[in-house]
């Protein structure tokens, strides 16, 4: 499966960003897909995650200003970011894991502007 990230870019403080992610096939519901970032010289961390379109999971640094979500119907997850920080700057990844497989996405970059 493939993953492509998109729906970044540079935006103000306190702005907001939608990112999505479609796979290239259909990955079944039970499976948790989920958000990484990796701010420069930094390691990648974890963003937020879902499964069946519940129990979403944040990290403590983004709970309450970022929801994730997923519509099954395209193959998609989305990450909605609101109140943004300069410390949100980061390259933002989707990931999956499929058969003890990690699938990742290509990256796209989100720059948050004081």
């Known amino acids: 499966v493939q993953l492509q990230a998109f729906g970044g870019g540079l935006v103000q403080a306190g702005g907001s960003l939608r990112l999505s992610c479609a796979a290239s096939r259909t990955i079944h519901s039970s499976v948790i897909m989920g958000w990484y970032r990796q701010a420069p010289g930094k390691q990648r961390e974890f963003v937020a995650s879902?499964?069946?379109?519940?129990?979403?999971r944040y990290a403590d640094s983004v709970q309450g200003r970022f929801t994730i979500s997923r519509d099954h119907s395209k193959n998609t997850v989305y990450l909605q970011m609101n109140s943004l920080k300069p410390e949100d700057t980061a390259v933002y990844y989707c990931?999956?894991?499929?058969?003890?497989?990690?699938?990742w996405g290509q990256g796209t970059q989100v720059t948050v502007s004081s």
């Open positions: 990931q999956t894991i499929i058969g003890a497989r990690d699938y």
């Open positions: 879902i499964r069946s379109g519940r129990d979403p």
